[in-house]
Structures are given as structure tokens and as C-alpha cells.
């Protein structure tokens, strides 16, 4: 009960009051290029959030296992046991998503080839979007455990995915707005992404 | 009549074609429609038939705002001496929330102007409504350079950039405030602390989080009753107090139609099952959080949840608008604006920020009901 009730604090901090995007505005590049359509900010927000479950506790292990200080000390070798390869820990964590990324597409590609013909580019692209690097080293910074960087993972994601549908939604609407030429596209999207940010603020302050 | 008539007739052919002064033709055609219905008709298409139009739909608004606005600029004179006449602390309020009104018109009907000269698009009423819910939601106390700046920011980024009346996303007068309320947090003193000359008050609000571990009805105490409360002598932004006047608009808007029964009738409902779900809830885990055990009548009289509930939320161009959508949209505002009240210590007053959040879900809940809809169609026809 204690352990759900930290877990539970834990999603509901990654989703509203810390948001990946609206407060940290990290992963904007793909926020802003594939917001224009909401099914393909549907597909791109679940493939976030499977693509983050997956890394976040991976690299944990990776982490706690392989790069930490002394992590190496269960192959039984004494000179491995005081190996510190933390500084390893950007471009493995890097790997890993590059990874899992691939293997998205390909489940993508062979499950549902619509979405992965709307998501084009950007999919490939989530190896390098930054939310995901983000919620990774945000993992190790903070010092998670096993089963707070799994939660962490899930639900980064689905503040990911929440602020990039309902954006998306707001452009949808906006097709009908009589926006200046100066502003079109990018321009009202930066600013929108400003006054969501805003909106989301009602969640700062909260202690969980 | 006759005279102004001729006059506009006189001076109109500067305004058109290749008249002298044909780029400030917003400024006319303003004057023109504001003062005697336009000869214009429609020309082709079907079209609806009735009497109401944006401009008479939003002088109706205004109207149902004045009973709070009436009621609020005798309660600014009446917070700095209860015992006055009442004669004196209308007078006393009048003084202080006029320049607020006068500013807040100017300034916005300044960058409306600008925007329609420069984007060529006519002068809307929407200005009306949006220039009078600024003042109302502003603290009594505020340097009126904040409410100069709070208009621009509210009309130029909140509703000019997407294209005037009718286009914005968000309710520019809620971003005004909200501007205002992140940008001089100590300054917009109307949900913390209220002070005219020199005399602070704490908001019911504030008084009733102020303590750890206790009740907060206890904490209310003598100083503050609900019917107190409910008629509006008690300190606040300048329009929000009085529930009472608040009702007396919203039987208005109700009456006319121009507020939809469904948002109001969805937030009521919201707030009083979360309020209800926080007491049982604060019970269960004991909780030493006194907000969590406020109970509904009393989230409904204090702050801004009245004014919210029926001038802010029921916004047609920034509220969801489907039916079943106006349900979840303000059911997802009373929800919110309890749970900002009730667990965010940062932010004593949740009505503003809890519409301002439902207003950037309102397009994806029309989304999904038009979805439904679809869905639904489509199996009925198969069927």
C-alpha cells in the first residue's frame, strides 16, 4: 500500500507537475513537426511511452550492473570490482534507446504500416529525441530504483504523450483561426506550447 | 438620431474605396454598427434567421455582469469601512475601480484597433465582454500599470495573434490574469492578501488553509459565514464575491441562452462529487491538510469559483462545443479547480488556472465525442 501510494505520487509528478515538455521542453523537435496531426500524435505518444517503459528500467540495469562504480564486483574478478565506467553512461544509455527504437519501427512496420507511414521520419528520429535521453538521465541523476525508474519510464512518456494529443488537438482546431503570415505553422506553435506551459503551471507548487 | 446618422453618412466616403482615410475603415464601420443596425444582409447560402448576433449576444453578457460589478465596486468601499454609508462606500469603491475599467478599455480597445487597421478586420464586440471580465477578476489593489499590461498581454497573445474574436484558443481575459498571477505573484493580491490603505485582510481562502492540522471551517470560524459569503461582503477580487449577483447573471444568461446550462450544470457537478470525494478521502487517511475537508457549499461561495463558473467557463469560442463534450469540459473544471484548492499549497484560488487548463483540453474532448459520434453513426448504418 505505502509502496503504490509512492508509486502513484511518483506517475502524477512525472505527468502533470514535472512534465517532460511543458516544464523541462524537452523532445520539442518532434513535439512541434508531427503535433499537426492528431492520429500520428496518438501513434508518436504511445510509442513514447513503450519506447521510455522499456529504456528507463533497462538502463538502470545497464547502470546498476554494468557502468556504476563496483557494479562489475558479481563477475567475481577483483581487479573488475573497482572499475568505475559512469563516464561510459551517455553513449550506452544512447545505444540502448537506438535500440529499442529499431525495434519499434519494425513492430510498427509490421503491425500497423499506416501509422508508420504518417509517423515517417520522426520515428527513427525518437532515438535522438531528447524526452527519451531526458527521462533516462533524469533516471540516474535522481537515483531511482528499479521500480521507480520502470514507473518514471511509463509515465514520463505519458506526459509526453498527453501534451503532444492535446496540442495536436488545439492545431486542429486552429485551422479555422485567422493567423498572421508571420506566425503560421511554427511560429503559433511556439507560443501555444508557451501558454500550455502556463495552464500546466496550476500543478506547480503541489507536494506530493 | 437623425444627426448622428448624417454625420456618419457625411464622412463615410473617406473611409471606402480610395477615400483619404480608407485604411481606418474599421474605426468607422465601428462607430457605424455600434450606434445603428448595419443595412448589410447576406447575400447567398442559407443562412439562420434571428435576431441575435455577435454584438447583441455579447451587450447581454455585459449586462448579466453587472450585478456583480454594481455589488463588487460597493464592496471595495465597504472592506475599508464596514460601518460607512452606504452612499460613501459606493463612492469609495467607484473611485478605485473606475480608472481599473477606463485602463483596461483603453488599452485593449488600443491594440483591437491596431490589429484591425493594420489585418484589415473589422472592430468585434467580443472586446466588450473580455475588457470588463479583467477588471473583475483583478484584486482591488492592483497598480493599474499591471492591468495595462495584463490587457495587452491577454489581447495581443491571448486573442489578436490568432486572429480576433471568435479564433483565440484560450479565454484572453484568463490569460490576462494568469499573466499577471506568474509573472507578479506578490502583486495580484486577490487571493492572498488583500490590502486597501494600509488595512490586510486575509481572503476566506487564505484564512481557511492558513493552518496545519485543523479544520477549516474552524479556521473560517466568526470571521467569515456562508451566508456572508454567499451575499459577498468579504474580501476578494472585485467581481467574484458576491454569489448572490453572480446567480442574479447567471438566471440571466440561463434566460437568454447565452450561457449553455451544460458547462455550468458539468462544473457545478464536478466540484461538489471531488469535494465530496476529498472529505471522505481526507477522513480516510486523516489527513492534517484542512482544505481536504471543506464542504461544497463553501467551495462554491468563496474565491472565484462562482465568477469562474459562469462567465469564464461558459466562454463559447474557448469551452468545448459539443454537447456531451460541454459536460466532461466542465465536469474536468470543477475537478481541477478543487484539486488545485485542496492540494496545492501554492495556490489557494484554483478557479482561474483549473479553466484556463480545461481550455487547452477542450478541442481533444470535442475530438474524441465527434469520434464517438462518428462511431456510433457508423454501426447504426450497418446495422
Known sequence: MELLEHYLSLATKAIFIENILLSYFLGMCSFLAISKKIEASIGLGFAVIFVNGITVPLNYLIKEFFLNEGALSWVGVPSLAMVDLSFLSFITFIATIAAMVQLVEMLLDKFSPALYNSLGIFLPLIAVNCSILGASLFMSERGYDFGESAVFGVSSGAGFALAIISMAAIRFKLKYSNIPDGLKGLGITMILTGLLSMAYLAFSGINL | ?383
Open chain 2, 1 to 383: 438620431m437623425k444627426f448622428l446618422r448624417n454625420l456618419l453618412d457625411k464622412v463615410e466616403p473617406n473611409f471606402i474605396g480610395n477615400g483619404k482615410y480608407a485604411k481606418f475603415y474599421p474605426l468607422y464601420e465601428m462607430a457605424d454598427t455600434f450606434l445603428f443596425t448595419p443595412a448589410d444582409k447576406t447575400k447567398n447560402g442559407p443562412h439562420i434567421r434571428d435576431a441575435v448576433d455577435l454584438k447583441r449576444v455579447m451587450s447581454f453578457v455585459v449586462i448579466a455582469m453587472l450585478p456583480a460589478l454594481l455589488f463588487g465596486i460597493f464592496n471595495v468601499g465597504y472592506q475599508m469601512n464596514p460601518n460607512g454609508e452606504l452612499r460613501d462606500n459606493f463612492l469609495v469603491g467607484l473611485k478605485i475601480v473606475l480608472p481599473i475599467i477606463l485602463v483596461s478599455y483603453t488599452v485593449g480597445g488600443f491594440w483591437e484597433m491596431i490589429f484591425a487597421v493594420v489585418r484589415k478586420h473589422e472592430i468585434n464586440e467580443g472586446f466588450l465582454v473580455t475588457g470588463m471580465l479583467i477588471p473583475l477578476i483583478m484584486p482591488p489593489t492592483i497598480p493599474l500599470w499591471m492591468v495595462a499590461l495584463a490587457t495587452t498581454f491577454g489581447v495581443v497573445i491571448g486573442k489578436e495573434i490568432f486572429g480576433g474574436t471568435g479564433y483565440n484558443i484560450f479565454n484572453p481575459a484568463l490569460v490576462a490574469r494568469a499573466f499577471i498571477f506568474f509573472a507578479y505573484p506578490g502583486a495580484i493580491s486577490g487571493d492572498r492578501v488583500w490590502t486597501v490603505d494600509g488595512i490586510s485582510q486575509a481572503t476566506p481562502l487564505l484564512q481557511a488553509s492558513s493552518q496545519q492540522g485543523s479544520q477549516a471551517l474552524e479556521l473560517l470560524g466568526n470571521q467569515f459565514n456562508w451566508w456572508d459569503m454567499f451575499y459577498g461582503f468579504i474580501p476578494g477580487s472585485i467581481g467574484e464575491t458576491s454569489t448572490l449577483a453572480i446567480l442574479i447573471g447567471a438566471a440571466f444568461l440561463l434566460i437568454t441562452r447565452i450561457g449553455n446550462w451544460r458547462i455550468m450544470a458539468g462544473t457545478l457537478l464536478g466540484m461538489v462529487l471531488t469535494a465530496k470525494l476529498t472529505n471522505v478521502l481526507g477522513e480516510a487517511v486523516a489527513s492534517s491538510n484542512p482544505m481536504l475537508f471543506l464542504p461544497a457549499e463553501f467551495h462554491l461561495v468563496m474565491g472565484g469559483f462562482a465568477f469562474g463558473l459562469v462567465f469564464m467557463a461558459t466562454d463559447p469560442v474557448s469551452a468545448a462545443q459539443t454537447d456531451r463534450g460541454r459536460w466532461i469540459y466542465g465536469l474536468l473544471i470543477g475537478f481541477m479547480c478543487v484539486i488545485i484548492r485542496a492540494i496545492n499549497p501554492a495556490y489557494p484560488e484554483g478557479m482561474m488556472l483549473a479553466i484556463l487548463f480545461a481550455n487547452a483540453f477542450s478541442p481533444l474532448i470535442d475530438y474524441f465525442v465527434m469520434k464517438s459520434h462518428i462511431k456510433q453513426r457508423l454501426k447504426r448504418f450497418a446495422a
